[in-house]
């Protein structure tokens, strides 16, 4: 089992120290650093990380817009993480803890981004 975590700014210019601080604070000891919009599913790290994920795995995040803005793609993304028996735990939106059997999380995930997706 590993803690791994995901980071991304939108361009070179930005600084990844804000959220690399705060996932080491959430004990990852592995990074998939990303420099580059979210319009896409064209991210390389991101696709590195989803592909090398194993049962029992935890991914973290800083906050939810890290890892998508769109309703479409984190519902992708996070059900690739579900299937390969890994969690998600986003670090400032708490609510969203998917790492555990947490049935009142993956009950506001349903209804806030399964439900509005139907």
């Given at each position: 089992?590993?803690?791994?975590g ?7 210019g ?14 990852c000891?592995d ?10 599913m ?7 990380m ?18 998508s803005r769109?309703?479409k ?6 059900e ?9 735990r986003?670090?400032?939106?708490k609510?969203?803890?998917?790492s555990d059997?947490?049935p ?13 997706t139907?």
């Amino acid at each position: 089992m590993k803690t791994v975590g995901y980071i991304r700014v939108n361009s070179e210019g930005q600084n990844i120290a804000r959220q690399k601080k705060s996932l080491k604070e959430a004990g990852c000891t592995d990074f998939f650093i990303e420099k580059i919009s979210d319009a896409s599913m064209d991210r390389p790290e991101l696709q590195r990380m989803l592909e090398e994920l194993e049962e029992g795995d935890i991914v973290i995040i800083h906050e939810i817009s890290r890892l998508s803005r769109s309703t479409k793609d984190l519902l992708t993304i996070v059900e690739m993480i579900q299937r390969k028996g890994a969690g998600l735990r986003p670090i400032t939106d708490k609510w969203l803890d998917l790492s555990d059997d947490n049935p009142m999380s993956e009950l506001l995930f349903t209804i806030f981004f399964r439900i509005g997706t139907v």
